[in-house]
């Protein structure tokens, strides 16, 4: 698994930081950073729930290379 965030879209919302604190951090602004740009298996799980949970789509996954995306009709998770 390969994660990265774009910290210019993020809106300070921290659950992604909630959901999975070994991963994700804010800087000093509120905006996300990723610690764990390689989270083991035993977070990833929880990553891509925090991926579908991110307001503004700032968190990108890719596994085995490829990007995770969803379907167009998926609603953010909660
Ligand atoms: S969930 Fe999204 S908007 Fe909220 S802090 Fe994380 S990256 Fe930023």
New binding site residues.
Partial sequence: MRVT?DSTT????????YRVPDV?D?DAE???VVLDADPPVALQHEVLR?RR????R??HVELNGVVVEDPASEAPAT
């Fill in positions: 965030a993020c809106v300070t919302s921290s659950l992604c930081v994700f804010q509120g905006r996300v925090a949970g991110c307001p503004t700032s968190i």
